[in-house]
T-cell receptor, first 115, second 110 residues
């Protein structure tokens, strides 16, 4: 079984559309994250959730809204997609909470292309 | 804020060459340090980690030592293989937030 899975793997859509990316983990971890990797491969955290509670919310447009229906899932909904949203989005999980030393495990990524 | 500075790539080496990818960091407190690897078309995989000063992380022939005095976590491997071709990311973890370096693309030629 894949520990951290994301769907879809590829997403091609038009500007202005609304889309969602799903993340599921079967590691029993408490904390889940979304990262964005741009075309230059630079990775930056967007959000983190601990036990369904939002912990980290970096400076991300409010068109991006994470939703955690339960501890094993963290979905990313994006409204009114823009060209600049094209990137690879990675979900990650860790067992920690707030201990700050726990390894984060990444999903395979979702490549979003906005036309 | 926290930051990670990584050796600019791309790096091209011949098989069996010695590899060093430099990484230095700036952080308040005592972060944990990581190297992640991204093979072509794949997600990020943890390569190795170190959680305190003087710890050495190692995996698959790669090593890195947490040096607090020089705020560094350089990645080394004694003899690289073609299969090591990938993008390598140095990262620090503090307050649950992973901060990444810009990544170093490594290509190994036979």
């Amino acid at each position: 079984d894949t520990a951290v899975s994301q769907t879809p793997k590829y997403l091609v859509t038009q500007m202005g559309n609304d889309k969602s990316i799903k993340c599921e983990q079967n590691l029993g971890h408490d904390t889940m994250y979304w990262y964005k990797q741009d075309s230059k491969k630079f990775l930056k955290i967007m959000f983190s959730y601990n036990n369904k509670e939002l912990i980290i919310n970096e400076t991300v447009p409010n068109r991006f809204s994470p939703k955690s229906p339960d501890k094993a899932h963290l979905n990313l909904h994006i409204n009114s997609l823009e060209l600049g949203d094209s990137a690879v989005y990675f979900c990650a999980t860790s067992s920690g909470g707030r201990r700050g030393t726990d390894t984060q495990y990444f999903g395979p990524g979702t490549r979003l292309t906005v036309l | 804020g926290d930051s990670v500075t990584q050796m600019e790539g791309p790096v091209t080496l011949s098989e069996e060459a010695f590899l060093t990818i430099n990484c230095t960091y700036t952080a308040t407190g005592y972060p944990s340090l990581f190297w992640y690897v991204q093979y072509p078309g794949e997600g990020l995989q943890l390569l190795l980690k170190a959680t305190k000063a003087d710890d050495k992380g190692s995996n698959k022939g790669f090593e890195a030592t947490y040096r607090k005095e020089t705020t560094s976590f350089h990645l080394e491997k004694g003899s690289v293989q073609v299969s090591d071709s990938a993008v390598y990311f140095c990262a620090l973890l503090a307050n649950e937030k992973l901060t990444f370096g810009t990544g170093t693309r490594l290509t190994i030629i036979p």
